[in-house]
């Protein structure tokens, strides 16, 4: 890795979209979402990593999410999605890892949620794990993050401002033939007369024709077409699933403003869920008829158009805040260089 100075979009003068920020501008300005990363860079080989997404700081098993996944191109390997699919909710943190990590962050999220208090007689959870292979730049072979390095990123996960760029499971990604990493956006949006938050965390490593804030960035390696891409979304609105189903599909919106080329290789997935506690599945709702006050379909249109405009920044900050990283092809078992987007050509845009 290298060291550089770098800069969130909106520190380089260059915004997207017409709404409001959160405070942070973050994933995290959605109230008790927690991210936490481990980061595994050691020797010439390995640049990997695992980031993990909290809705909520209780037991998650307990007070399930009401949740939706979408998919745009579906070569991945997006652990939990049928469950997710089939009843609208998750009932487990999220971790982001490389595409031969994920059996053992499903291993590292058991470990978590089996050892909660109030947990002691769980024998069935469904681990949500999502993941794009970071094998230009690490030795993907390499079991590398371990199940314990995942469950330091869950048990470290807080609150507040999210790092960005090559850290966590954006330690060897690369988008455009840039680097490419984590990056994260929020927006705020008013909708049935309330103010709510939509906020986008994404791990970036795919290709395409770069496009910055709608102006073309040329680049050596800007044409590689293939990879993948994992957006999250929190919301505070009280969403159903089939909503949120439609929110994490506007996501797309946000990835076609950047020149993916949306290929036949690329794996292209948007997870949303909502915090908001009048819709949380807790154990007393679960078991009885339930009322859950949600957004109506005729008032939700200004949080797709946020979250499109929280996806386009998200993906740009994972690559403004990422820094040229020196590691190792492990498809060509070859030494490997991807540089980071120059700060200096988008300032003079």
């Known amino acids: 890795m290298t060291s550089e100075n770098r800069a969130r979009l909106r520190d380089l003068g260059i915004s997207v979209g017409h709404y409001e920020t959160g405070a942070l501008n973050a994933i995290t300005d959605v109230a008790g979402v927690a991210v936490g990363h481990v980061t595994c860079v050691e020797g010439e080989r390995t640049r990997t990593g695992v980031t993990a997404i909290l809705p909520h700081s209780g037991n998650l098993f307990q007070g399930k999410v009401p949740a939706a996944l979408a998919v ?151 044409h590689d077409k293939d990879g993948s891409i994992v957006m999250i979304v929190a919301t505070d609105a009280p969403l159903c699933s089939r909503n949120l189903k439609r929110l994490a599909e506007r996501c797309f919106g946000g990835l076609a403003r950047t020149g993916a080329a949306l290929s036949n290789g690329s794996g292209d997935y948007a997870l949303a869920f909502s915090t908001a506690e009048e819709v949380r599945r807790t154990p007393e709702r679960r078991k009885a008829v339930a009322s859950y006050p949600v957004l109506s379909n005729d008032v939700v249109s200004p949080l797709f158009e946020a979250v499109i405009e929280a996806a386009e920044e998200a993906i740009l900050n994972s690559m403004t805040m990422a820094t040229t990283t020196h590691g190792y092809n492990a498809g060509t078992d070859k030494p490997s260089t991807i540089h980071a987007i120059s700060l200096d050509a988008l300032k003079r845009r």
């Open 72 to 222: 745009f191109n579906g070569f991945g390997k997006f652990a939990g999605s049928t469950q997710i699919a089939e009843l609208g909710e998750i009932e487990t943190p999220i971790l982001l890892t490389n595409t031969l990590g994920v059996g053992r962050a499903i291993e590292a999220i058991n470990r978590h949620v089996l050892a909660q208090a109030g947990n002691e007689r769980v024998v069935s959870l469904n681990a949500v794990v999502g993941e794009t292979n970071d094998s230009r730049l690490n030795d993907i072979r390499a079991a590398r993050p371990t199940v314990d390095e995942m469950s330091q990123a869950l048990g470290t996960a807080k609150t507040g401002p999210v790092e960005e760029g090559a850290i966590g499971a954006g330690t060897g990604t690369v988008a455009f033939g840039l680097k490419g990493g984590i990056g994260t956006s929020s927006r705020v949006a008013k909708a049935g007369g309330v103010d709510y938050t939509v906020g986008v965390l994404v791990q970036s490593n795919y290709g395409g024709k770069l496009t910055v804030a709608g102006q073309p960035y040329e680049a050596d390696g800007a």
